[in-house]
């Protein structure tokens, strides 16, 4: 888990570190979204089995919480490289 958070109370921390424990058995590419208590857990885990998760409000919908999540997915690997780049 690279970062957490939460301004709400309750067992969401919980609730999204078994989620990405579950994800990370299923092979390959996914796109998926989760109800637990008031909240959405939104997931893309890609080929390479890098996971991005994100939680929101079920009045979000999901357009708006997949497109963020579709925004970081490309950070660890333009990072990545970047970094070889200039090795």
């Known amino acids: 888990v690279l ?17 990405l424990k579950e994800v990370s058995k299923r092979p390959g590419a996914d796109r998926r979204s989760y109800a637990a208590q008031q909240c959405i857990f ?15 409000d079920a ?5 708006i919480p997949f ?12 990072l990545l490289s970047q970094t070889i780049a200039y090795s």
């Open 3 to 19: 970062a957490e958070y939460s301004p709400d109370t309750g067992n969401f921390t919980q609730i999204a570190r078994q989620l």
């Open 42 to 56: 939104h997931y893309i885990a890609d080929e390479q089995g890098l996971i991005v998760l994100c939680m929101a």
């Open 59 to 63: 009045d979000a919908g999901s357009r």
């Open 67 to 78: 497109a963020y999540l579709q925004d970081i997915q490309v950070i660890p690997t333009t």
